[in-house]
């Protein structure tokens, strides 16, 4: 079974930028995707941002696009998430996961990180 901890989460200024890491570790990742979720208080999870098994491929949501970047290192078994241009409404708890789809993340999911908080303050 699959263990992620994610990590780089904080608080930042509006305009700022982190990167979040996600570091898997019981089974190499490289034959899945691999994505971000993130979860606001009182709301469900939504999707940020996944990739496919081999990197060729990345998906965002419309709210992040453009700010935000995906990436992986499947040596390392680590998917990254570099976010800039932060909002306010980024504010938010970050999941990273794992799945057998990377465009249908939920339905193929393998497995969930415990999440990273975010804070971007205005």
């Known amino acids: 079974q699959v263990q992620l901890v994610e990590s780089g989460g904080g608080l930042v200024q509006a305009g700022g930028s982190l990167r979040l890491s996600c570091a898997a570790s019981?089974?190499?990742?490289?034959?899945?995707?691999m994505g971000w979720f993130r979860q606001y208080p009182g709301k469900e999870r939504e999707f940020v941002s996944s990739?496919?098994?081999?990197?060729?491929?990345?998906f965002y949501a419309n709210s992040v696009k453009g700010r935000f970047t995906i990436s992986r290192d499947n040596a390392k078994n680590t998917v990254y998430l570099q976010m800039s241009s932060l909002k306010p409404e980024d504010t938010a708890v970050y999941f990273c996961?794992?799945?057998?789809?990377?465009?249908?993340?939920?339905?193929?999911?393998?497995?969930w990180g415990q999440g990273t908080l975010v804070t971007v303050s205005s």
């Open positions: 996961a794992v799945a057998r789809i990377a465009t249908m993340m939920v339905p193929s999911l393998e497995a």
């Open positions: 019981g089974r190499a990742v490289s034959s899945y995707a």
């Open positions: 990739i496919t098994a081999s990197g060729n491929s990345t």
